[in-house]
Each structure stands twice: as structure tokens, then as C-alpha cells.
């Protein structure tokens, strides 16, 4: 037989386009048009009800970037539509969508007149069906039309003014398009659907194989049966011609795809928060108006915030969402307040994205979710598998490690060991997205792709446009039903992720493992790019820390006289937390987000600043002497950790000797070296007397590197960087600040349009050298580093996270290896050989790398380096130009216990309080290596204390913990504050004894 495959494909594909699409709506009819300009920022629904609206044209230009607009539609159906067998009714709506992108354009939702949502209008989902409306034969509604502008721009990743409302400018982004109402034939469009799914699937069928061939001679006989003169008379010929390939029951082996509806929505990315939230609104009504249409259909929504604010502020959508979770349709899932990074929020705000959104689930709907949700987050930290297991979830999501740019992961299902032995069942949908449309690529692919054929039989597939596309749409559920048992696809089922952890569970036991952490090959520069936003979150963190243990101090000193202010810090808890997603800490979104964040972290330091003050002053009573408030978990300045005493202060100055233009600074526990550049040439401490830096090679080293990734700008650091670098040696004045008990030395220099300003600082008393870097940064597309060539043969670094530390390997043995070039560490870094390590410490830096060479000497140089600053100019071309402050401090002779202890030291200034006593620590704890990491009063009001501590060192550890207050009785408890059974642990009335493993994790709560 000829081959004329290819010519009926061909045929196929004009058929559709020029024959069935246009037949969906049989005639259609314009809607008059009125509207109104909101003037700035987008208004409530009755505000602008009640607004003036002036005739619109049809195909008129309209919105400035970021504007809204709100067109009133009304019209009469004509006599007799609808009414014919088939047919429907329905409004059509086109903002002047494109449907390539259809997240990332303008998108609209429908109001009736009495403020009600109806449904989202959205480029691939523009319908809204008469009877939604609920005014009989009458149109009378309103579109809020948003008009954001395409900040994507194609993913050519070029400068673009749109990111700020103060460079977007005022030109109009779109053209109206079509507004009408019209009659929906119902038979062309499942023939459609029929089309659709059977040439999706052909596709990717092998032309070897039968089934291939016979879908295509099927889809010939209806092309031959149709009239295409005629495509909505003859439909049913054309569906009946498809009948017997369509029911072909797949193979019994075949891969089942439990397919459950998603949109995942960015809680800030291209836009500013303030329009995710109408973002949510839109898609959730498509969710629920779809749901009513199609029982079968189950969404899985994730981001307790997203949420949090239709309750808010669409209270009406949100009470149908309660109404969908109670009949199982509306499924929340993941369990965190927003679908975080999970890379540099430290261990304290992990947890609480977890209390705050598993307790907001709880709250609200009554749903526990047991499973963690995070299929787009830039990597995954060695400690979650415990921190989700500490919140009571058993099972884990992620998509975006399908993105990796060297190595493939080797699993789809397994059981993923984190930092403290726990492991965690883990799934990594092979469809390889996470906004399927459950095309016959996508699910042939998700077949192809899983790498447990064998072991395991079922994967998930989540599928919906997200970030405002729209969600799940009835095309999407119409593929998903006819590829339910269809021959030559997988199957396909509807429902929830519980029901595919709890299948895969069971079917898959004997699961590979994979130890530590999932790193993504990809988007290194998240740890540096925004470094205010950084600088914003670590700040938070810690002064949340204290704000609650002295907060819990003054309930529990005072006798019941200070009201714990759990509202106040619930409320700024959770401002911290939105800015830790995924797109906003990562410093990945454009400048509008970013000029957000800074606020919002002025207004958490504010708020906070303020209860840590009243608290001070409920404990520490009236007077004038001056006690150091020590919130960290380690004694300072002869203060015990968690209380508030006289400090002790050094009493011999730091000795500065000058040398060869430069300066020898010497506290008689270290001593460091600057030559007449401010470079760092020498560092010992006494009590060792080894030398830290490498022979030859100096400290203090900036190093100023070309900076231009393929793509992704704010997102990657692309390993070839290294190969353009210009060294900052040369400073243009080096001068010692008058001495006190402290040496500062003050180093400046000049490069570029930029300037930097070195305070080089050894205190009396320190164990660490510390400097700080004020950078007026000026540069685009470069990447500011500062290097440490330490004399030490180390084979791996160790990096903290949370709850623990990270090891990983200093060689490039491997393509894993090599692909580490960019590494993410919390509060300090640790290299060391057998016997002498050097920890060095920051204030608000994430990323590192370190590196080793060998020198001719037969040494071992070991270089650890810190990224300081970055200058991508994709999505915001201005992100970071300015001043910035960045802290540094380095200890030699250090070990993993010192690191511990430094990088708290680093991150919590002396607080300074005048007062008239002193006030005793709430626990104490008899051994350093447990850690106590969080303080305060239990979520429900009881009064209890709740107590968080890690072992920090990954080791065995035993402790003692005791209650310097009178407590009733100890339990265990997970993050959420309930009762659980945790080894190790031996609760007595006020104290408990702790056999800890390396890193493990408990929280214990006080009874009062």
C-alpha cells in the first residue's frame, strides 16, 4: 500500500483548523459595551459597581501596564438559541489574548451585578456559559480586566521597564477582541475533544505498531463522512466514525497516571503580590464554577496565604471553596503557609510553615494534608525530610528537579534520608511538568519517562494552566475521561494525591533511597540575586527569635502581667513567611515584588523592635543599669544563653602594631596580618599558633567576575563566570580607625562605577576576625565575590541548614560534583582537616563555593569564597544597584562547634537594655552540642511553653534539659504542638533527659 500518512495528517490539521473550530459556535451576536478606568490600584467589586461607565468601543485599544479596567456587557439572547438539541448558550470574551503564554498577559474575571463571582476569563478558557449568570435571556454583567503586561516578553530575558509601575509607562498592552454572546454546538466540540485526544495519541505512537495506523484511517473515514459545508449536521457522523477506536480498552500493563487538577500559581514572580491574589480569585472560581459541571473532577490547591486572602477579601468564593473541600472536590494539599524555597529560610521559619499553613487547613476546611507540596522550588534541603515528618505529613511532591542541567535523577518514586535517618516517601512525577494539559505528548512521555517500571505501576500528573492561566478547563477533563482505558495510552484516572500516595505506597515497598539533599543543577544565583530581600529575611528570622523568647520570658516571669502578644506575632510570622516563596527570598521576581519585601521587612523590624521593647521591659523592671539581653542559644560576654545580665567586658585593649604599610591586630586569641592593601596575610590563633592562610595567597581576597548566564538571568550563575574575573586588590587608602578595646582598620576601594568600604575588625575578646564590606554597588551583569585560601586539605565543607549542617565534597569526581560549583550555606561554612578547621561566618549571605588545589609546595590550598552581589537585568534590570552592608567574620582553630556558635553570634547583635535586674534564663540546657532553637508560648492559649532544640554538631548527644520556672509535667510534641511519641527523649515534671541522635529534631512543650 502508498504511504500517504503524512498527507492525511496534513489534511487532518486543516480540517480542524479551517473546518471544526470555526463550527463550535454556530452564530454569535455582539454585546453593548460600557466601562470605566480604575484611576490606580485595583478596587473592591462594590466600589467600582458604583462608578460611572461610558460607552466602549469593540476593538478598541485599552490598558496602561498593571491598569484595570471594568467593562459592564449586556445584551438580549435571541429567540430560539439554545433551544435547538446540542446547543447552549454562552458568552465569549476576548481581552486580545494571545494563547501562546496564557499566564503571563492580561485576564479577566466576571461579576454579576450583585458583587458574586462568576467565573475567570483567561486565554484559553474565554466562555462563560449563560447560566451562570442567572438572569434568564437577559446579559447583564461585568468584566474586571486586568491588564498585565507580558513582562516574559518570549523568554528573550531582555532589560524590561515593565517590572516597576514607575518605568512601565502608559501605552495600551491589548486590543478588544471578540465580545458576543453565542451558541455553543456541544456536538462539534466533542467531536473536538474526540479529535483531539485521538491524534495527540497517534503521534506518539510508534509507525510500526497497528493502533497507530488504524487511528489515522478513523480520522480519514470522518474527514470522508463529514460535510464540511455542514461540519454541526454531520458531527454526529464524524463522532461515530471515531466510536470503535476510542473504546479500545488499554493494555493491561499499561502505566496508570492518576491525573488530579492544579494551578499553580506564583505567590509574586512577573507580578506583584496584589495581583496573585486576583490571580487566585480568578482560577479558583473556574475551579469551583467547573467542578459544579463535572463531579469526577478533584483539584489539588496548595498555599494556605492564597487562601488566607480569598477569605479575606472574597469571602463569597470562599465559602464555595469550604462547600468543594467538604465534598471532597477541593483538596488542600502541601501543608505550608506558601510553597517556600526551601534553600535559605532557616530551620525556626521552616517549621512555622508548616504550623501556619497545616493549623490555617485544620482551621479552616477540618484537612489534614499529609503530604508536603513543592513542585517548583529551586532545590531541596537534607533537612526536610524531618521537618515534614516533625509536622505530622508522611509523604513528598516535587517537580522541578526534572529542570537539572547535568544529571538525571534516578528515581521517580523513593525514599528520600535526610539530615537526622529520616526518611521520607518521595515522588517525582515523570510527566515533567506541573501544568499539564494532559496531551497525548505529555502522557506518552510520562509512560516513557518513569524510571520504576517494574517496581511500581502509577504516577501523579498535576494539570491546569497556572500563574492566572486559568487552572484545569473542560478540555483538559474531557482528554482525561477519554483516556481513562483508551489502547495505546496510559491510563488515566482522576482523584486526589492522597490516593496516589496511598496506591504507590502499597504497591512499591522494597524503594531505593536517595541521602541528602536534592540539589537542582540549575538557578544557582537564587542565593545571591536581591541581596536586600535576603538581608530582610535573616533579619526577620532572628529578631523573631527574640521577640518570642522574651515575649514567653515576660509571660512566664511576670506572673500573668505581660500579655503574650500571640496575634501580633502570628501576624508577622506570617509576613515573613510570603516573602520566603519560592520567587521573592530566591530574588527571582521583578523590582515591584522586591520594593515589597523591603517594606514589609521594615514594617516586621518595626513591629518587632517594638514588642522585643515592652517585653525588655516587662523582665527586666525600671532602672538604669545596663543588661545584654543574650537571645542566643550560647553564653556571651559572661551572659548564659537565653537571659539578660551585666555584660562582662574585656578589659585589655587589642594590640595594633604597624608593619610594612599595613597592620598586625592581635588579641591575644588571635592574631591577623592586613598588608598595605587591607588584603589578609596571615590569621592564627594562639592557642594552636597554626597558620590559616595559605602560603603566598592572602584573605580578604574580592573578586569581581563577569556575570552574563545563558538564561534565567537573576536565577543562574553559569559555571564558565569563573574564566573572567578581575581581582580587587588595589585599595585606594588604607587607614586605622582611633582604638578603643576594638581595632578597626578601614579599607576603600575603587573599581568600575562602584566603591567599597572595608571595616576590618578584630574586638577585644574575640575568637573571630570580622569584616564588613559597604559596597555602593554600580555594575551590571557581574558578581561580586570574597575569597579565603585557606592552608587545610579539606575533602568536603560543611555547610549549615536547617536543624543541622550539610556535608558536601571539595572534589569534582563526578558530573554530581562538578555541578556543585554553587553551594548555599545559612549562617556559616566549616573546612577542616583532621585536627584544625576554619569557620567562617556571615550575616545575610547564602551563597559559597569552595575549591582546592594543590601547590607546588605539595600543600593543599582550600578556598572558600562568598558570593556578595550580583547585577542580572532580567526580571529587574535595576536589582541591587545601591549601598549595601555585608558582615563577615572568619575563625581559625574552629570546629563544627565553634561554626555553631559563631554563626549566632554573627546573626544576633548585643541588645543593650537599661533595667533594674537581671533575668534568668527559662532553660537551661547542660551540653552545647543541644541547641535550642526556638522559645515560646503554645499556639492554643494554654499558657505552655514550648520548647524547640536540635542536636547541632551530627553526632550522639545527651543533655539535659530543665525548666527554670515551675513547671507540671513534659511531653513531646510535633510542630504543631501535639502529643507524640519521640525517641531519645525521658520527660520528667521540669526537665527532660535527651539521648539525642546526629541531628535530630524535637520540640517539647511545658506545662504550666
Not at 70 to 86: C, F, I, K, M, N
Not at 292 to 306: L, R
Request: proline letters at 6%; aromatic letters at 8%.
Amino acid at each position: 500500500m502508498h504511504d500517504d500518512r503524512r498527507i492525511t495528517e496534513v489534511r487532518l490539521d486543516r480540517f480542524i483548523r479551517e473546518r471544526i473550530t470555526p463550527a463550535i459556535y454556530t452564530r454569535s451576536t455582539p454585546l453593548s459595551l460600557t466601562s470605566w478606568d480604575v484611576p490606580d490600584e485595583p478596587v473592591p467589586v462594590m466600589e467600582a459597581l458604583r462608578q460611572e461607565f461610558l460607552p466602549q468601543e469593540h476593538g478598541a485599544p485599552w490598558g496602561r501596564p498593571w491598569g484595570t479596567k471594568w467593562l459592564r456587557l449586556q445584551g438580549e439572547v435571541p429567540d430560539s438559541w439554545g433551544t435547538a438539541p446540542d446547543t447552549e448558550v454562552e458568552i465569549v470574551v476576548d481581552l486580545g489574548f494571545t494563547t501562546e503564554i496564557p499566564g503571563f498577559q492580561c485576564e479577566g474575571i466576571a461579576w454579576r451585578p450583585d458583587g458574586s463571582i462568576v467565573k475567570a476569563i483567561s486565554p484559553r478558557n474565554q466562555h462563560i456559559p449563560l447560566k451562570l449568570l442567572g438572569s434568564g435571556m437577559a446579559v447583564d454583567f461585568y468584566v474586571e480586566a486586568a491588564a498585565n503586561p507580558d513582562v516574559a516578553q518570549g523568554w528573550s530575558f531582555a532589560a524590561t521597564p515593565y517590572g516597576d509601575k514607575a518605568t512601565a509607562g502608559t501605552q495600551p498592552q491589548y486590543r478588544l477582541g471578540s465580545i458576543a454572546i453565542a451558541e455553543l454546538n456541544r456536538s462539534v466540540w466533542e467531536l473536538q475533544q474526540d479529535v483531539w485526544t485521538l491524534s495527540g495519541l497517534m503521534h506518539e505512537l510508534p509507525t510500526e505498531l497497528p493502533r497507530r495506523h488504524e487511528i489515522l484511517r478513523a480520522l480519514e473515514r470522518m474527514m470522508d463522512v463529514m460535510d464540511p459545508d455542514d461540519v454541526a449536521g454531520t458531527a454526529a457522523a464524524g463522532r461515530a466514525a471515531l466510536a470503535e477506536v476510542l473504546a479500545r480498552p488499554a493494555y493491561a500493563s499499561a502505566h496508570q497516571l492518576l491525573a488530579t487538577g492544579h494551578a499553580h500559581i506564583d505567590s509574586a514572580w512577573l507580578w506583584p503580590v496584589r495581583e496573585t491574589m486576583r490571580k487566585c480569585a480568578r482560577t479558583f472560581s473556574n475551579v469551583v464554577a467547573l467542578m459544579d459541571e463535572d463531579p469526577d473532577f478533584v483539584f489539588s490547591c496548595s498555599s494556605a496565604q492564597q487562601l488566607a486572602w480569598i477569605k479575606e477579601f472574597y469571602p463569597e468564593l470562599f465559602g464555595r471553596i469550604r462547600e468543594k473541600v467538604s465534598s471532597g472536590q477541593f483538596v488542600p494539599v502541601g501543608g505550608m503557609w506558601v510553597e517556600s524555597d526551601t534553600n535559605m529560610p532557616g530551620g525556626e521559619a521552616m517549621a512555622r510553615q508548616f504550623l501556619e499553613g497545616k493549623s490555617f487547613f485544620l482551621d479552616e476546611f477540618g484537612v489534614e494534608c499529609r503530604e508536603a507540596w513543592l513542585p517548583d522550588s529551586f532545590g531541596y534541603s537534607a533537612a526536610l525530610p524531618q521537618i515534614v515528618k516533625a509536622a505530622g505529613s508522611q509523604w513528598f511532591l516535587t517537580q522541578k528537579i526534572s529542570w537539572n542541567q547535568i544529571n538525571r535523577m534516578p528515581h521517580h518514586t523513593f525514599n528520600w534520608e535526610g539530615i537526622d535517618g529520616t526518611r521520607l516517601f518521595t515522588h517525582f512525577p515523570p510527566v515533567d511538568t506541573y501544568n499539564s494539559e494532559l496531551t497525548g505528548r505529555e502522557l506518552a512521555h510520562a509512560e516513557r519517562n518513569y524510571r520504576d517500571h517494574g517496581h511500581g505501576t502509577i504516577s501523579l500528573v498535576p494539570f491546569g494552566y497556572g500563574d492566572g492561566g486559568g487552572g484545569p478547563t473542560r478540555e483538559m477533563l474531557a482528554a482525561a475521561h477519554r483516556a481513562a482505558d483508551l489502547e495505546g495510552s496510559p491510563k488515566v484516572r482522576l482523584g486526589t494525591a492522597s490516593s496516589f500516595f496511598e496506591q504507590a505506597q502499597a504497591e512499591y515497598t522494597a524503594l531505593p533511597v536517595w541521602v541528602g539533599e536534592m540539589y537542582l543543577e540549575l538557578h544557582r544565583g537564587t542565593y545571591t540575586s536581591q541581596a536586600r530581600t535576603k538581608q530582610g529575611n535573616r533579619r526577620s528570622e532572628h529578631l523573631l527569635r527574640e521577640a518570642e523568647l522574651w515575649c514567653a520570658t515576660a509571660a512566664v516571669r511576670s506572673g500573668g502581667q505581660f500579655a503574650y502578644p500571640a496575634a501580633e506575632l502570628k501576624r508577622l510570622w506570617r509576613l515573613v513567611l510570603l516573602q520566603q516563596f519560592h520567587d521573592i527570598l530566591p530574588g527571582s521576581a521583578i523590582a515591584w515584588v522586591h520594593q515589597d519585601a523591603e517594606r514589609n521587612y521594615a514594617a516586621v523590624s518595626k513591629g518587632l523592635e517594638a514588642v522585643i521593647g515592652q517585653a525588655a521591659a516587662a523582665v527586666l523592671g525600671e532602672g538604669n543599669e545596663e543588661f545584654l539581653l543574650n537571645a542566643g542559644p550560647h553564653a556571651r560576654n559572661g551572659v548564659p544563653a537565653l537571659a539578660a545580665a551585666p555584660a562582662i567586658r574585656p578589659v585589655e585593649a587589642v594590640r595594633v602594631t604597624a608593619q610594612d604599610g599595613g597592620f598586625v591586630l592581635d588579641n591575644g586569641i588571635i592574631r591577623a596580618v592586613l598588608d598595605d592593601n587591607g588584603l589578609l596575610t596571615s590569621l592564627r590563633d594562639h592557642a594552636g599558633g597554626r597558620e590559616a592562610i595559605a602560603p603566598g595567597q592572602f584573605g580578604n581576597h574580592l573578586e569581581l567576575h563577569r556575570d552574563t548566564p545563558n538564561e534565567w538571568d537573576a536565577w543562574d550563575i553559569d559555571e564558565f563566570y569563573r574564566r573572567n574575573v578581575t581581582s580587587l586588590t588595589e585599595a585606594a587608602s588604607v587607614r586605622l580607625e582611633q582604638p578603643g578595646t576594638d581595632a578597626v582598620v578601614v579599607v576603600e576601594r575603587l573599581f568600575g562605577a562602584s566603591r567599597i568600604t572595608q571595616r576590618i575588625t578584630l574586638a577585644a575578646g574575640s575568637a573571630s576576625l570580622g569584616i564588613s564590606t559597604e559596597v555602593d554597588w554600580q555594575e551590571r551583569e557581574k558578581l561580586l565575590k570574597l575569597g579565603f585560601p585557606l592552608d587545610l586539605r579539606a575533602d568536603r565543607s560543611a555547610a549549615e541548614t536547617q536543624f543541622g549542617h550539610v556535608f558536601r565534597p571539595t572534589h569534582v569526581n563526578t558530573s554530581w560534583e562538578a555541578a556543585k560549583f554553587e553551594i548555599c550555606a545559612h549562617r556559616w561554612i566549616h573546612v577542616a582537616e583532621p585536627g584544625y578547621g576554619v569557620a567562617i561566618a556571615n550575616s545575610s549571605t547564602y551563597g559559597h563555593d569552595v575549591a582546592r588545589n594543590i601547590r607546588d609546595d605539595g600543600g593543599t590550598t582550600t578556598t572558600v569564597r562568598l558570593s556578595l552581589l550580583r547585577a542580572a537585568k532580567f526580571p529587574d534590570p535595576e536589582a541591587d544597584r545601591g549601598r549595601h552592608v555585608l558582615d563577615v567574620w572568619i575563625r581559625p582553630g574552629a570546629g563544627i562547634a565553634e561554626a555553631v556558635e559563631e554563626g549566632y553570634r554573627a546573626n544576633l547583635a548585643p541588645r543593650i537594655v537599661k533595667g533594674g535586674h537581671p533575668v534568668e534564663p527559662l532553660f537551661s540546657v547542660d551540653n552545647n552540642a543541644v541547641v535550642i532553637e526556638a522559645v515560646k508560648l503554645a499556639e492554643d492559649g494554654s499558657g505552655d511553653v514550648v520548647v524547640r532544640l536540635y542536636e547541632s554538631l551530627g553526632k550522639r548527644s545527651a543533655a539535659r534539659l530543665t525548666a527554670n520556672f515551675a513547671a507540671t509535667g513534659v511531653r513531646a510534641v510535633d510542630l504543631l504542638e501535639r502529643p507524640v511519641d519521640a525517641p531519645g527523649v525521658l520527660a520528667g515534671r521540669d526537665s527532660a533527659e535527651l539521648t539525642l541522635r546526629p541531628f535530630q529534631l524535637v520540640t517539647l512543650r511545658f506545662a504550666r
